[in-house]
């Protein structure tokens, strides 16, 4: 059978299309054998914290899901910004993701403005919120002030006096105490740490008066009665602290709720990818243990798609740049 010649213009036509789709090919199959290598979890604070906690069962749970380890990185920093800018800049493939919370996606932005290395929103492709979590405000236990009342009785007493830790400037441990001591009418001394962790293991070691800190990794240390806890950022009491009263309770409503922790990818990331890890991370978050794990630790999940969780974020910074007028919030 004879064959049949294209004319050249044809030829170099079909020859330029072919050479078009070939990287859309490409990706399609690269979106669809997702993942064929190990995915890295990047936690913009230092291990032992609330937000390693939470990026460790994701790991351990996910990847089961995924058929691939997901390596958990710590890189503490600028109150979590350095972690996320990392993020920020990797390549959209899926394969580097990070930690989001209310300090990465809120109250940094507030704190930094224009300084900040990256977009809470246009650099990055929200995945799946995970966990929202009480934080609470709690002292050393050789601290004189038994109650929140008393506690604000001492402040104004002494202004400048005693000293809180929080993860670093702009975190939300930070924001929230500039914020409650505005309300309180209070003067504290900001010490800034490279991550919940290194902050938590000065307040319960005396280093420092206070902190406040997400309820899952300061609980231990407050039920063996090395940290005592004052108020709890919550809409409700917890039940793991039923005797300690919200900052609504204490008459701040203005303090709203507690914080979150979700996933994040960088921007661009192809929307069949971020789907497949929506859907891992769900399907982890149905395990038992995952479950077990994250209720003990006073967590509660809240899975949602990743349009849910771009709300929430931009909620967040909407709040944050509320709070940072009115505490005068700002980035040494």
Sequence with gaps: MASIRLPSSLSRRATLLALALAPL???????????????KLIVPFAPSGSTDLAARLIAE??????????????????????GMEQVAKARADGYTLGMATMSTHGSNAAAYGSRMKYDPVKDFAPVSNVATVPSVF???ASFPAKTMQEFIALARANPGKYNFASPGTGSLGHANVEHFSSLAKIQLLHIPYKGAGM???DAVAGQVDGITDNLPSA??????GRLRALAVLSE???????????YGDLGFKEMGAGGWFGVVAPAGTPAPVVNRLNQAIHAAMKHPDFIKKMDEAGATLIPGTPAQFGVQIRQALDRYARVAKVAKLTAE
Excluded: C, M, W, Y
Excluded at 219 to 224: D, E, G, N, Q, Y
């Design 236 to 246: 409700t009491r917890s039940p793991l602290l039923p005797d300690v009263p919200t």
């Design 138 to 140: 709690a002292v050393n």
């Design 199 to 201: 902050a938590l293991n």
């Design 219 to 224: 609980l231990p240390h407050i039920k063996a």
């Design 25 to 39: 090919a490409g990706a399609v199959h690269a979106q669809a054998a997702f993942p064929d290598r190990p995915i």
């Design 61 to 82: 749970f996910a990847g089961r899901e995924l058929g691939q380890p997901i390596v958990v990185e710590n890189k503490a920093g600028a109150g979590g910004s350095l």
